[in-house]
């Protein structure tokens, strides 16, 4: 079993930056690739990164992403992060991060076998 708590979202101006972390326990946390997807209000939870085991491969859903965020974990702390800048009002959404037991870069929800409980992001324009 993996647990996931999200952590860091809150209310920001459009253009302001938010770091989002996700601490995990349980199992080797470098084993598993981990993701970020989020859902807003009357949406289908969607993919915005995912980053592997080991920290060296990253991917992003870059029609939502466009270069302004970037994942990133730190196996020593158990953690990874989803920095955010630029961020703008269709942002808004909770922010969930994932781990998955794969060596690929899983972009689908059902891809995913532990969740954390989500944070809200809230963009105000």
């Known amino acids: 079993q993996v647990q996931l708590v999200e952590s860091g979202g809150g209310l920001v101006q459009a253009g302001g930056s938010l770091r989002l972390s996700c601490a995990a326990s349980?199992?080797?946390?470098?084993?598993?690739?981990m993701g970020w997807f989020r859902q807003a209000p009357g949406k289908e939870r969607e993919f915005v990164a995912a980053?592997?085991?080991?920290?060296?491969?990253?991917?992003y859903a870059y029609s939502i992403v466009k270069g302004r965020f970037t994942i990133s974990r730190d196996n020593a702390k158990n953690t990874v992060y989803l920095r955010m800048n630029s961020l703008k009002p269709e942002d808004t959404a909770v922010y969930y991060c994932?781990?998955?037991?794969?060596?690929?870069?899983?972009?689908?929800?059902?891809?995913?076998?532990?969740w954390g409980q989500g944070t809200q992001v809230t963009v105000s324009s």
């Open positions: 994932a781990a998955a037991e794969a060596k690929s870069l899983p972009v689908g929800v059902r891809e995913y076998s532990y």
């Open positions: 349980g199992r080797s946390f470098g084993t598993f690739s």
């Open positions: 980053i592997s085991g080991s920290g060296g491969a990253t991917y």
